[in-house]
């Protein structure tokens, strides 16, 4: 899944690619994707583009007033979307001319084309989500706010806003474990799985470390690895085309996704430990004994139930 730093470079790329051109047609390839119907997506066609944001790891099309088009209004109009796990950004300069063939998504594993968006250029991106949950979200709105997971997040962790203090208050707002914390996106937005391993391994932490116990000293190291890690992935990822971020991310990973490779330690000393996993359900998280855990590997549900 996209987090933070790349959906940050995603919303660079697309701005820098669709600011100040025309929004020629929005075609939905996946009925169960498009969320919201008033205003229909068809509104956005004869508006200029005006600029990209984020909210967290929502992406956000923001679409001119257009008082050209009857019956529209004119209030601009905004078209955010969340990619999820399987979902992603294709840009290209010369779009098909073929028009995209409406589905209701399936269950497919394969990648599905859930929207398409033509500037008036003939270039334009499409949204894409591949897997069997088709998680995929797209809304039209007069202000993102109407999304109530984008009016819920919590606070930007790159923002100056979020101090020592105010992770302190979010530590101690509910006792739990940090890994928790770090992915709920009512308290910080744009974090996920990858990036709060990665940060627990920077501040050396283990993942199941109860929020309630932190110390000053840890609040304050773990609020300088969060500015770090994400500081470091968004500067690796700036600049870089769309198709190229999800290789960029996975070349900056330190513990994530590499179970059972060397861990590097910290401040560029090796620790001579491998890197360990523990898996759910549907996901997994990976963090280093040595580093984070005083030595001791934590249970793996997933395989002491494949050994009973």
């Not at 105010?166 to 992915?183: D, E, P, T």
């Not at 620790?271 to 360990?276: A, E, K, L, P, R």
């Amino acid at each position: 899944m996209p987090e933070l730093p790349e959906v940050a470079a995603l919303a660079d790329f697309l701005r820098e690619r669709t600011s100040g051109r025309t929004v020629a047609a929005v075609e939905v390839g996946s009925i169960a994707a498009l969320k919201t119907f008033d205003p229909p997506v068809d509104a956005l066609a004869g508006r200029e583009v005006t600029d990209v944001a984020r909210h967290g790891k929502w992406l956000d099309l923001v679409a001119s007033a257009a008082p050209t088009s009857p019956g529209h209004g004119g209030a601009p109009l905004h078209l955010v979307f969340h990619l999820s796990r399987g979902g992603w950004v294709r840009w290209s300069d010369a779009l098909s001319t073929k028009p995209v063939r409406p589905s209701l998504g399936g269950s497919s594993r394969g990648a599905i084309l859930a929207l398409r968006v033509r500037l008036d250029d003939g270039s334009g991106f499409d949204l894409t989500e591949a897997g069997t949950r088709k998680r995929l979200a797209v809304h039209v709105v007069r202000d993102p706010a109407e999304v109530e997971m984008i009016a819920s997040l919590g606070v930007e962790p790159l923002a100056p806003e979020f101090t020592t203090e105010v992770l302190a208050g979010l530590l101690s707002a509910r006792n739990q474990q940090i890994k928790g914390l770090l992915r709920d996106q009512r308290a910080i937005a744009g974090i996920g799985n990858a990036y709060s391993d990665e940060i627990l391994h920077a501040g050396r932490f283990s993942p199941y470390k109860q929020t309630g116990s932190f110390t000053p000293e840890e609040t304050a190291r773990l609020h300088t690895a969060i500015g770090e890690v994400l500081a470091e992935a968004i500067a690796a990822a700036s600049g870089k085309p769309a198709k190229e971020l999800k290789d960029a991310k996975r070349a900056g990973m330190r513990v994530h996704g590499r179970t059972g490779l060397p861990c590097p330690g910290w401040n560029g000393i090796p620790c001579g430990d491998i890197v360990h996993e523990v898996s759910f359900a549907d996901r997994s998280m990976q963090y280093c004994p040595t580093c984070q855990t005083g030595g001791k590997p934590l249970a793996d549900r997933r395989m002491s139930k494949l050994l009973r």
